[in-house]
């Protein structure tokens, strides 16, 4: 039978909901032992493990002082301190039918008040009258006197386990239940008494087991205090922290004792801790001769295939050294050690193979098997693909580096030849890195070589922008052509899916824009991908143009622009290159600080509340009449050429400024000229007038998006 989260229910109105302080407190232990769990997995799961036992705890009003979650690649554990003898206890307050219709007349209780007291199960005479939004209720208060919670936990701890959730989970046997991997045992003390529950079969108790090889008996756990030194004693380190301190330590050491620093990898170094339940660094050596192959495919195959760390000397090179973190004793140092150095040196013989082979033939001469491969089975073979990288690469490089076109062509060309290549396609995340040795070893210029690697930046793995002009035009041409090729087939991102990282891909063209400050618009370079886009629909470029919209503002809002400056200058990105987008924020933000700002800023807003959105006819000096218009157009036409200068030499606070002398004279102007004059010909050209002003404000930002200062 189930135990209800609350017990002991009392009436009485004028209980105060409240435990006496606890004369003690307790700690809880649980463990759930299993196969081996993916090291991935490992440390969302005490992230969840942690929130959902707090979560649950509440829900059962289990009181609590700390937690801490230890895990191995064989257990989740969670240890619980400061937990009373008793569950809080509570109040609660339901609300029943309004005042009017619970009291008569004479203030006696109604049957509508009698009915809702007893579906409470308190007396109609404890019903309390409290406000709630507009009128007054009848309120039962009921009070929860808490339970022992010894005789929650079994039930509570039950829902923690069930409540823990996988990328992936299993199910084994003939039970229902579905975890990482198979539960084998599960703990559960409370101080020194087992809190007994069963799930799918399996009875929990107070055994757990130490090390699968090196103790692979079970042991009863009498004290949770000696919880941690039992595991140690059974060759498990339970504490994630405390493996890695062990880890490093010896890394550091191993690697000192040859002269040599290991390659910190936070990822390899979080994944190995999760790895084994007792660490033991071993130093193992490689010949010398595979140093001759570069040093990022040594590193992959180490790190990737192997989970090894490697050792590089003070000039940033590799040494014929690595780590590999056993999951053994001391004195099996020796056998672990010979396996390790006998897998490496077959893996770097396979590495050696494919490189040599790689090397026999140039990029070049690969170019026409790129028709041979998919790129994807809508959009064509990667040399279509290619075609179209190099064709926007060429469209960027008459507009910003038109001296290097022919060397940008050339690295557009070779770009993706690298990916029909033995090593690429034995190790995929070398893409472009190994492309740039092979362009080396043919003799290709430097920054062809440095742009086929950069064309992939930034990478998923970090934020690193192309650093030459070069490898920014191709990285740009790729990754526009990813995304308006796939919008055109529309396979477009949809809520949480993105399977071509698209908006990853948007990002880094706006990121790489901004870095660079080239003066080319969005528009521009999404229209020039669009032609290479067969059947394409009339909205592709629109539609493009409102995903980079909203790539773009929460990009500035990072960088701590407000939404308001955002929003006036987003209307521009189909036409004003990014950086100066970004320019036009930096100035309407140092503009707030004037005096002049508000006055202008309600003088624009006037202009944009009367002018129609429809086309307005040329302005006519010739039909200007009143003097207040005549004076408007005079200064106007006096102030245009400094104010074109200004947005020419892209000064726009400047710009701002000459525009915001025209304050006063526009309030004069709608304050003594009738702008929706009868005659039709007079009512258009004061219409053109204004339009003359608006349109020169919006070559800066939509000054209607703004609020004025207050």
């Avoid at 579906?119 to 009128?135: A, M, R, Y």
């Avoid at 990282?501 to 521009?524: D, H, S, T």
Wanted: glycine content about 4%; some cysteine; hydrophobic content about 40%.
């Amino acid at each position: 039978m189930s135990t209800t989260p609350f017990s002991s229910v009392s009436h009485s109105a004028e209980h105060s909901g409240q435990n006496a302080a606890p004369m003690f407190t307790s700690s809880l232990l649980l463990e759930i032992g299993t196969e081996e769990i993916p090291a991935r997995f490992i440390p969302p799961a005490l992230i969840m493990l942690k929130s959902n036992t707090e979560s649950i705890f509440e829900e059962y009003s289990i009181g609590f002082s700390g937690m801490n979650a230890y895990a191995t690649p064989r257990r989740l554990a969670l240890l619980v301190k400061g937990i009373p003898p008793m569950q809080k206890d509570r109040v609660k307050e339901v609300y029943g039918p309004a005042k009017k219709a619970a009291f008569d007349e004479h203030g006696a209780p109604t049957r509508a008040a009698a009915g809702f007291a007893q579906s409470q199960g308190i007396d109609v005479n404890d019903l309390v009258v409290k406000k709630k939004e507009k009128g007054e209720y009848v309120v039962a208060v009921i009070h929860y006197k808490g339970a022992p919670v010894m005789d929650l936990l079994h039930e509570a701890l039950k829902k923690v386990i069930l409540s823990l959730n996988f990328p992936k989970s299993m199910r084994w046997g003939n039970g229902d239940l579905r975890f990482v991997r198979p539960i084998h045992w599960i703990m559960a003390l409370l101080d020194g008494t087992t809190i007994i529950f069963e799930i799918d079969g399996l009875r929990s108790g107070n055994i757990t087991k130490g090390h699968r090889f090196l103790s692979p008996g079970s042991f009863i756990v009498k004290e949770i205090p000696s919880y941690i030194n039992l595991l140690e004693n059974n060759y498990v380190i339970a504490d994630i922290e405390e493996r890695k301190r062990k880890i490093a330590k010896g890394i550091e050491n191993l690697a000192v004792s040859v002269a040599g620093k290991a390659l910190r990898d936070e990822e390899l170094f979080n994944t190995v801790t999760n790895l084994v339940e007792y660490p033991v660094p071993v130093l193992c050596e490689f010949p010398p001769e595979y140093l001759r192959l570069p040093k990022e495919l040594l590193i992959t195959v180490m790190k990737d295939h192997q989970k090894y760390f490697a050792i590089e000397n003070d000039h940033g090179n590799l040494k014929n050294y690595f780590v590999v973190i056993s999951n053994t004793k001391d004195e099996n140092k020796e056998t672990i050690r010979k396996g390790a150095e006998r897998v490496i040196k077959a893996r770097f013989e396979d590495a050696r193979f494919y490189y040599e082979e790689d090397i026999k033939r140039t990029l070049h001469s690969r170019i026409q098997d790129l028709k041979r491969v998919t790129f994807h089975d809508k959009l064509g073979s990667l040399y279509d693909k290619t075609r179209r990288v190099v064709t926007l690469a060429s469209f960027l490089s008459e507009i910003l580096l038109p001296h290097v076109k022919q060397s940008i062509e050339r690295a557009a060309w070779l770009c993706k030849t690298d990916l029909i290549t033995g090593v690429v396609r034995e190790f995929p995340e070398l893409q472009g890195l190994m492309g740039k040795y092979y362009a080396v070893h043919d003799g290709e210029e430097h920054e062809v070589a440095e742009a086929i690697v950069q064309q992939y930046f930034p990478s998923h793995s970090g934020d690193r922008l192309p650093e030459n002009d070069m490898g920014a035009l191709l990285s740009l041409s790729d990754k526009i052509d990813n995304i308006v090729s796939f919008f055109g087939v529309d396979l477009v991102p949809t809520g949480s899916e993105d399977p071509f990282a698209l908006r990853r891909q948007a990002l880094a063209v706006i990121a790489i824009l901004m870095e660079k400050g080239y003066p080319v618009a969005l528009r521009e370079l999404i229209a020039k991908a669009e032609e290479n886009v067969l059947n394409k629909r009339t909205s592709l470029l629109d539609e493009v143009l409102r995903f980079f919209a909203q790539r773009i503002e929460p990009l500035f809002s990072l960088q701590h622009y407000d939404s308001d400056t955002i929003q006036s200058v987003l209307p521009l990105m189909e036409s004003v290159p990014i950086a100066e987008m970004k320019e036009r924020m930096n100035a309407l933000k140092r503009f707030t600080a004037d005096d002049g700002y508000t006055p202008f800023l309600l003088a624009m807003k006037r202009i944009h509340n009367i002018v129609p959105k429809a086309d307005v006819p040329a302005l006519k000096p010739e039909v200007l009449s009143e003097e207040q218009e005549k004076s408007l157009y005079s200064e106007l036409h006096n102030m245009k050429p400094a104010f074109n200068a200004s947005l020419k030499n892209k000064e726009y606070y400047d710009a701002i400024k000459r525009l915001s002398t025209l304050t006063e004279t526009i309030n004069s102007f709608f304050d003594k000229v009738l702008v929706m004059d009868k005659r039709e010909e007079v009512k258009l050209n004061r219409f053109a007038l204004l339009h003359e002003i608006g349109k020169m404000g919006s070559l800066i930002a939509d000054f209607s998006k703004l609020k004025e200062n207050r």
